[in-house]
């Protein structure tokens, strides 16, 4: 089996899976987290995106530089730019090996690769007897060379190695520096990974920055390419929809062209815009960079994307003028324990025949090694190298893990396939991650069995569907709602049906007995509206029980609204009887001639019209609504009635909050009165367990999941409602039906006096 490891373009980072043995990583920011697949196939690559471009692009530069190759049955391929590109164009790799200057960074990328290989084959518990090599290529930092070396390696067909060479079978791409958003395209690239996000969101990031500063006049600068197009393109649209402009965008050619360079510099200074989007990699930038150090431009803000921001551009400083104060953002970095000391252990005679490690050795000492391979020797003016020479006392980027960026993006990369390898052998059957539980077939396994939540074509289900186990087609989601035929809604509608029939009972005793001195001292016209409105609630919770439809959403909350107002208007008037009736029988006071059974039932019914006025507003202006809640639970839809207006029914419970306060307070004072008046005990103690249970509602209802909010709230229904005609009738019902000796104006105003 055969596991590519290529580089192309940028990013943030991710964090795979990791095994006890070896060192769990840092986190990733909330807003860049693709994760890698738990169970991928045992053909797996760390690839460049450059695949798709095969066809339109000849190879005039020869084949990629293979440079490092371990035979080992199951192989890891490994594509690094080594060598940064010269300015003249060459024939092929190997004269970009005499020609052209050596990449530090990313050597020190490929023996990161090396590195966690060298771990994972010594975890026997990560992959028990399975050894991983690994074949490693340069790209030259060219395309051409990144294709072929590529396709070399994704087709098991490789120029510099015979039929017992570094071949195998066909694998799947993981990348640690690619960003472009067109690789998110699963039907042009199927087997594609990486552990790196798009572009999209450092686009996205790029103009809130902009917004954040108040820039509206900026210019971008891209690379010719799909990182730099697709990427300023992103932020481009960003920008235009916050609302700035864009005064100018330029693109900077993989070709190196200093008429186009001069050209794009000379924009920068005739146009008034200063501040400067630049997205593009370190070697595409350096050109401009040196132009714009040239011609002294220093009065513009620079913002880097994440390919150059903290790359060596920036640290130099004769470029700091022009360069100074420059915004980027960067690959979230990392911590690799031991990489260090694996980095300075490199040498020479570690892999003699490796002609990149030699080159990397002249290039850090200034030396050369002299031999009949002339490719490998510098100048023969440099001293020559010994091998005694000691990596500790150098300072270079190679050495440098304070920053690992693109470093622990392949750190990540390669141990994923490490533990994509674990879950595929370790599968077992009846227990696997796709359609009946099985495992992929090691020997032949399709595209999609790559993540088990894959597929080439993925269709979004409908609000109301969600895929079935097999993730191959949509299926309706479970509906919930408070019922009238689950056993909850049929508890709660019994219950407020009871409720409804003890109050009719009630309002038919009152009104049989309603000549009797009990029912005429309570103030009886009160008391039947009062019996009528609790009717009312009691059977305004049944429109909260069924399927939430357009009326019974408008109703539920109308109705409990205007219902309660009326009842607990009734209770404050009769409150307030009371204290009139006993303040009518102090010397020289009529009040009570003021405020008779006409004026009761008018104060009644202007505090219940001033909550209708407020329940007709919210109808006309945002009136309730039926609405399927799909976030609370992803396996179910429930159904609910939005309120619409959630100012207004603040509203209607405020105003039934505040005629019950002023009832409870009134009532309270109005507590030590007569016997023969005591009914102002009764409503004190009814308001009190009113105000309790909707107080506890309000924290009951908001933890309270699914149809169980509606049953919370029909129980406070329903609650307040037996309290107050337990409170408010219980004990006059009491005395009619089993004491009736004492319902007597004798034996009323009797207690009276007693009690004075």
Not at 86 to 97: A, F, M, Q, R, V
Not at 533 to 557: A, E, K, Q, T
Request: with cysteine.
């Amino acid at each position: 089996m055969r596991v590519l490891a290529l580089k192309s373009s940028k990013g943030l980072p991710t964090r795979p899976l990791r095994s006890p043995a070896i060192p769990t990583p840092l986190p990733t920011p909330q807003l860049h987290q693709h994760w890698l697949p738990h169970a991928l196939p045992t053909l797996l690559s760390v690839a460049l995106p450059l695949i798709p471009w095969i066809t339109l692009f000849p190879n005039p530069f020869g084949s990629a530089l293979s440079i490092i190759c371990i035979q080992i049955p199951s192989l890891v391929g490994g594509l690094f730019p080594e060598l940064r590109p010269c300015e003249k164009n060459l024939s092929s790799c190997i004269d970009c090996l005499v020609s052209c200057s050596f990449y530090f960074r990313s050597f020190r990328w490929l023996q990161t690769m090396i590195f966690t290989i060298e771990e994972i084959n010594k975890d026997r518990e990560l992959l028990p007897n399975i050894t991983l090599g690994y074949s490693i290529y340069d790209n030259c930092g060219k395309v051409p060379q990144a294709v072929r070396a590529a396709v070399s390696v994704l087709n098991g067909v490789d120029d510099h190695f015979d039929d017992h060479g570094c071949t195998g079978s066909r694998p799947i791409s993981v990348s640690y520096f690619a960003t472009c958003p067109c690789l998110s395209n699963k039907l042009e690239f199927p087997t594609f990974f990486r552990t790196i996000p798009s572009d999209t969101f450092q686009a996205k990031a790029m103009a809130k920055l902009v917004q954040h500063f108040g820039w509206t006049w900026v210019g971008s600068i891209a690379s010719e390419d799909d990182y730099g197009q697709y990427a300023v393109q992103a932020f481009n649209d960003q920008i235009e929809r916050s609302g700035a402009c864009l005064a100018f965008s330029e693109a900077i050619p993989k070709i190196n062209s200093e008429q186009k360079v001069l050209q794009i510099v000379d924009t920068i200074k005739k146009s008034s815009a200063r501040v400067i989007v630049l997205f593009a990699g370190e070697v595409d930038a350096i050109p401009l960079a040196k132009e714009v150090v040239r011609q002294n431009l220093t009065d513009r803000q620079w913002l880097a994307s994440e390919a150059w921001s903290t790359g060596t551009l920036l640290a130099t400083k004769e470029n700091l003028p022009s360069f100074g104060g420059t915004i980027g953002f960067a690959i979230h970095k990392g911590e690799i324990p031991g990489l260090k000391e694996f980095l300075l252990k490199v040498h020479p005679s570690s892999a003699p025949g490796h002609t990149l490690i030699k080159r990397f050795w002249e290039e850090l000492f200034g030396c050369s090694f002299y031999s009949l391979d002339n490719t490998t020797s510098s100048t023969i003016s440099e001293p020559a190298c010994t091998g005694q020479e000691d990596l500790e006392e150098t300072n270079n980027v190679y050495s440098d893990v304070s920053e690992l960026r693109a470093s622990y993006n392949v750190y990540k990369a390669v141990d994923a396939i490490a533990h994509a390898l674990h879950n595929l052998l370790a599968c077992e059957t009846r227990q696997g991650p796709f359609v009946d539980k099985s495992c992929a077939n090691i020997s032949s396994f399709e595209p999609w069995q790559v993540r088990d939540f894959y597929s080439v074509q993925c269709l979004k289900c409908p609000i109301d569907y969600w895929s079935n186990q097999g993730r191959d087609q949509c299926v309706l989601k479970e509906v919930e709602f408070l019922s009238f035929e689950g056993t909850l809604g049929i508890i709660l509608a019994s219950v407020a049906l009871i409720g409804a029939c003890i109050t009719i009972c009630v309002f038919a005793i009152f009104l049989h007995y309603r000549n009797t001195p009990i029912v005429r001292a309570n103030n009886m016209e009160l008391s039947f509206l009062l019996l009528g409105s609790l009717v009312l609630c009691f059977l305004c919770s049944l429109f909260y029980i069924g399927r939430p439809s357009l009326w019974s959403c408008v109703l539920r909350h109308t109705v409990f609204g205007v219902s309660f107002a009326l009842c607990i208007s009734c209770i404050l008037g009769k409150t307030i009887v009371v204290l009139m009736a006993f303040s009518a029988t102090l010397p020289n006071n009529n009040m009570m001639k003021y405020f008779g059974p006409l004026q009761q039932a008018a104060s009644v019914l202007a505090c219940t019209i001033l909550q209708v006025i407020i329940c007709v507003i919210w109808l006309i202006t945002s009136p309730p609504f039926p609405t399927k809640n799909t976030e609370h639970q992803k396996a179910k839809v429930i159904l609910e009635c939005n309120v619409g207006s959630v100012a207004a029914f603040c509203c209607v419970l405020g105003y039934i909050g505040l005629l019950a306060s002023v009832s409870f307070v009134l009532a309270f004072l109005a507590r030590k009165l007569p016997d023969n008046f005591n009914e102002a005990k009764f409503i004190t103690f009814s308001m009190l367990i009113f105000c309790a249970v909707w107080i506890t509602f309000i924290p009951a209802y908001i933890s309270s999941p699914g149809k169980y909010t509606v049953a919370v709230e029909v129980f406070a229904i329903l609650s307040s409602s037996f309290g107050l005609i337990a409170c408010n009738f219980a004990p006059k019902c009491y005395v009619i039906l089993l004491r009736p000796e004492e319902n007597t104006k004798k034996h009323l105003m009797g207690r009276g006096r007693s009690k004075q």
